[in-house]
């Protein structure tokens, strides 16, 4: 399945973006999702993952309460809403996904990758 990222910008702290993933595949509804992110000199990290139902979601400490992950099975679309941007969200930020029913935190267990969007946060 191919991944296309958009939405990434300069926002300044305290303000939100929506990230979008559309991928080119009927059978996106047999993916898990996730979002991933990696800063400069830092390993790629997990963000947040949804189940391929929908039904199953959840996000990484740094982010619990500020973002948000959902999808639309009918666009092939997947979502990050970001609320509360902080400057340490500043990352390029990757979708991914894995033909298996839930989203899972490690990076090598997904098997398709989008090219990635640029976040940066302003303090």
């Known amino acids: 399945v191919q991944l296309v990222e958009s939405g990434g910008g300069l926002v300044q702290a305290g303000g939100s973006l929506r990230l979008s993933c559309a991928a080119s595949r009927r059978t996106f509804s047999n993916y898990a999702m996730g979002w991933f992110r990696q800063a400069p000199g830092k390993e790629r990290e997990f963000v947040a993952g949804?189940?391929?139902?929908?039904?199953?979601?959840y996000a990484a400490d740094p982010v619990k309460g500020r973002f948000t992950i959902s999808r639309d099975s009918a666009k092939n679309t997947v979502y990050l809403q970001m609320n509360s941007l902080k400057p340490e969200d500043t990352a390029v930020y990757y979708c991914?996904?894995?033909?298996?029913?839930?989203?899972?935190?490690?990076?090598?267990?997904?098997?398709?990758w989008g090219q990635g969007t640029q976040v940066t946060v302003s303090s």
């Open positions: 991914a996904a894995r033909p298996y029913f839930m989203a899972t935190m490690t990076v090598s267990e997904y098997d398709s």
């Open positions: 949804i189940s391929w139902s929908g039904t199953r979601a």
